[in-house]
């Protein structure tokens, strides 16, 4: 019996690209150079600012300019945290058809809570949702599995009750580490590393209904 159902947010829950989009392409724009098209830099979301600034600058943490443009992205980010960005197609009815059956659900991100939560509350979720986990929310983000662990017991349910839906390889890792069921959607942005099919997941889903039948 699953007791929880837990979401990765960019890329699995919502839809951000669009948003984080424009903020990499005003700094390249404030850099003069020209805009990246939405699928280049769709696939590197869920990499947070550090894939954004590799896909915008080939820029790693460490290279000079980095931390310049990190805390610049953030700022800018700060200022259009839900302009485009929407719940992907079927999640509404999947958190509806979670609810009624009485199972728990929550989001766990890498996302820092100083923009997770404006997200969430522009979406509607944050009073709906058992538990919202950030990355600053543990001492360890994912892959690690302190944030997936975190997240069980504020939401009151056994972590191998669990279920973790996530659209990058490191959010599979994290489940596999936490004893939860891992779970990969397909919708998502699903990064530049391994094929989706090599990620060690329990189940692939190509949309967030097949998640409800799957519980049905």
């Known amino acids: 019996m699953i007791e929880a159902v837990l979401f990765d947010l960019d890329g699995t829950l919502a839809d951000t690209a669009a948003d984080l989009g424009a903020v990499l392409n005003r700094l390249r724009s404030e850099a003069g150079q020209a805009p990246l098209p939405a699928e280049t830099i769709r696939p590197h979301v869920s990499k947070g600012v550090r894939g954004l600034l590799g896909i915008g600058f080939a820029l790693a943490p460490g290279d000079d300019r980095y931390t310049e443009l990190h805390q610049r992205f953030l700022a800018c980010y700060g200022e259009s945290l839900c302009v485009a960005t929407t719940l992907f197609e079927g999640i509404e009815e999947l958190l509806d058809s979670l609810e009624a059956q009485g199972i728990k659900w929550g989001v766990v991100t890498n996302k820092t809570s100083r923009y997770t939560l404006p997200v969430m509350e522009a979406l509607g979720l944050v009073r709906r949702a058992a538990c919202i986990v950030s990355g600053d929310s543990s001492p360890r983000p994912k ?37 939860m069921g891992a779970i990969a959607a397909a919708w998502g942005y699903l990064g530049d ?12 889903i190509r949309s967030p209904a097949d998640l409800s039948r799957l519980l049905r």
Request: charged fraction near 20%; include cysteine.
């Open 143 to 179: 892959p690690a599995p302190d944030p997936l662990l975190l997240a069980s017991t504020i939401a009151g349910a056994d972590a191998a009750r669990c279920l973790y839906v996530g659209d990058d390889i490191r959010d599979m890792q994290a489940a596999r580490a936490a004893g």
């Open 193 to 204: 590393g391994p094929p989706l099919e090599e990620w060690g997941a329990d189940t692939i």
